[in-house]
C-alpha cells in the first residue's frame, strides 16, 4: 500500500460498547463494527476488542491498530495504570499486549477521551487551534487538553480530566469512583437519566428516552437537561479560568442532545466565566460520535509516522 492508501483500526472502549472502524489518515471511516461490552471482566473486553479486529481485517488490509480506552494510561506499555468501576476489573489491562499478541500489528493505546481529543485536534473542531480543551459527555465525563497542536497529558496522564471534580450538589448516582458530589455524578448520561427517575418517580430509563419525554413537552425532563447543562457550564467556567483555551470543544454520546444541553451549558459559562475568558468559543465536536474511533485510528497513523524511516 502507498502512504496515500494505509488504513488503521480505531478501538473505543466504553462502558456500553466496544466499536471499532477501519479510517483513512484524512479521518474517513471505511467500515465499523460494535458489540456491547462485556460484564465479566477485563479478558472478556479484550476478546471482544480483538474479535473486531478479525472482523475488519477480513475485509480490509491496515497498518496498525489505535486504541482509547477508559482509565489512566501508561502509553508507553500500553497498559490501563488505573480505571475508576466503569468497567469491572479494567485496571492492569495489558491493551497493547494483547492486541499486538492478536494481531500481530502494532498498536497504539492512549485514553479514550484523549483519543477524540487527538481526532477533533487534527481534523475536527480544535483543528489550527493555540489550545483546546475537550468535554466528552457520555457514559462519563472525560476531558482532554491540547497545547500547541498536540496533546497535553501532565505528569501522570490525567490532564484536563473533569469527572471528579467537586459540586456543590449531589448526584442521584455515583460517579465512577462511587462518590456522589462529582461532576460525573450529576451530568454524565446515566447521572441525567437517573436525576429524572428520582424526580418523576418513575424506573430508570436510557437518556435517549428522557431526551424524548424532554421534546415531547415533559417539565420534568427540561429541568433535568437543563440543570446538567447549568452546572457544566459553571463548572466550565472555572476549568478555563484556570488553563485558559483558545476554544472548548463539547462531544460524547449525550452531547447528541444538541442545543437542549449546549445552550444552558453556554449560558451558565458566560454568566459565570471572568473577563475576557466568558468570550471563549464553545463548540460542538465536528466527528460527532465518531471521534474516538477516528482518533484512536489517527493516533496508530501517527505512530506509523514517526517510527518509519
Not at 123 to 136: E, T
Not at 160 to 182: F, M, N, Q
Not at 216 to 236: E, K, N, Q, W, Y
Amino acid at each position: 500500500m502507498t502512504s496515500g492508501q494505509k488504513r488503521w483500526i480505531g478501538i473505543d472502549i466504553g462502558g456500553t460498547k466496544v466499536a471499532a472502524a477501519v479510517a483513512t489518515s484524512d479521518g474517513d471511516v471505511i467500515d465499523t463494527v460494535r458489540a456491547a461490552t462485556p460484564t465479566a471482566g477485563r479478558e472478556a473486553v479484550l476478546e471482544t476488542a480483538t474479535a473486531l479486529v478479525d472482523r475488519l481485517r477480513a475485509d480490509h488490509p491496515v497498518a496498525g491498530i489505535g486504541v482509547g480506552a477508559p482509565g489512566i494510561i501508561d502509553r508507553v506499555r500500553g497498559r490501563v495504570v488505573f480505571a475508576s468501576d466503569i468497567l469491572s476489573g479494567w485496571s492492569g489491562a495489558e491493551v497493547r499486549g494483547e492486541l499486538e499478541a492478536h494481531s500481530g500489528l502494532p498498536v497504539t493505546v492512549d485514553n479514550d477521551v484523549r483519543a477524540m481529543a487527538h481526532g477533533e485536534n487534527m481534523i475536527g473542531a480544535g483543528r489550527g487551534r493555540s489550545s483546546a480543551l475537550f468535554v466528552s459527555i457520555g457514559t462519563g465525563i472525560g476531558g482532554a487538553l491540547t497545547v500547541g497542536g498536540q496533546l497535553y497529558h501532565g505528569a501522570h496522564g490525567t490532564a484536563g480530566e473533569l469527572a471528579h471534580l467537586l459540586v456543590p450538589v449531589s448526584g442521584a448516582i455515583g460517579c465512577g469512583c462511587g462518590r456522589t458530589d462529582h461532576l460525573e455524578a450529576v451530568a454524565s448520561g446515566p447521572a441525567m437519566a437517573a436525576e429524572y427517575a428520582a424526580r418523576a418517580g418513575v424506573p430508570t430509563q436510557p437518556l435517549q428516552k428522557v431526551v424524548a419525554l424532554m421534546r415531547s413537552g415533559d417539565p420534568i425532563a427540561r429541568a433535568v437537561v437543563t440543570d446538567a447543562g447549568t452546572l457544566l457550564g459553571r463548572v466550565l467556567a472555572g476549568v478555563a479560568t484556570a488553563f485558559d483555551p483558545e476554544v472548548i470543544v463539547i462531544g460524547g454520546g449525550a452531547a447528541q442532545i444538541g442545543a437542549d444541553l449546549l445552550s444552558p451549558l453556554t449560558s451558565a459559562f458566560r454568566v459565570e466565566a471572568m473577563g475576557p475568558i466568558a468570550e471563549t468559543a464553545i463548540l460542538p465536536a465536528r466527528l460527532g460520535t465518531d471521534a474516538p474511533l477516528v482518533g484512536a485510528a489517527l493516533l496508530a497513523a501517527a505512530t506509523r509516522i514517526e517510527v518509519t524511516p
